[in-house]
């Protein structure tokens, strides 16, 4: 139960991560253009 909880937790966090990538990403590209 736990470990897979812990595994939850740890691609919860990578989609979070890329989804603030992907808005970084946006953010660069309107401040350049």
Do not use: T, V
């Not at 897979?4 to 309107?30: G, M, P, T, V």
């Amino acid at each position: 139960m736990y470990f897979s909880s812990l595994l939850h937790h740890l691609f919860f966090q990578s989609d979070y991560n890329k989804k603030e990538i992907q808005a970084y990403k946006q953010y660069r590209n309107q401040k350049r253009g």
